[in-house]
Nanobody, 128 residues
């Protein structure tokens, strides 16, 4: 099973930016799906953005226009560029990967919980 390691979290003021990285232990050279998720204390884990190796992306409405998901498929790194951060973005951020060629491009958290490989998370804290 692929190992994922997130980094890039930290503490910023509202309006600031952070770029999260997720490094995969395996070389990915076929169709795959990856995504970023977050979980705030007391809340359920939610989808933030999904990336498909064909280039498709999908964003939660709460981050649309502020966050950008992208991939460096040479270095096996998934990124999440987060701009115009607000306190409501404070959460632990996780990346997940479904490296099967049959992966489904979906915002359904239930699918990712069932089929995804997960990292340990990186904390993002946004102060007002």
């Amino acid at each position: 099973q692929v190992q994922l390691v997130e980094s890039g979290g930290g503490s910023v003021e509202a309006g600031g930016s952070l770029r999260l990285s997720c490094i995969a232990s395996e070389y990915v050279n076929s169709r795959h799906c990856m995504g970023w998720f977050r979980q705030a204390p007391g809340d359920e884990r939610e989808v933030v953005a999904i990336f498909d190796s064909t280039g498709s992306t999908f964003y939660a409405s709460s981050v649309q226009g502020r966050f950008i998901i992208s991939e460096d498929n040479v270095k096996n790194i998934l990124y999440l560029q987060m701009n115009s951060l607000i306190p409501e973005d404070t959460a632990m951020y996780y990346c997940a990967a479904d490296l099967r060629p049959t992966c489904v491009f979906t915002m359904s958290y239930e699918y990712w919980a069932l089929y995804g490989s997960w990292g340990q998370g990186t904390q993002v804290t946004v102060s007002s």
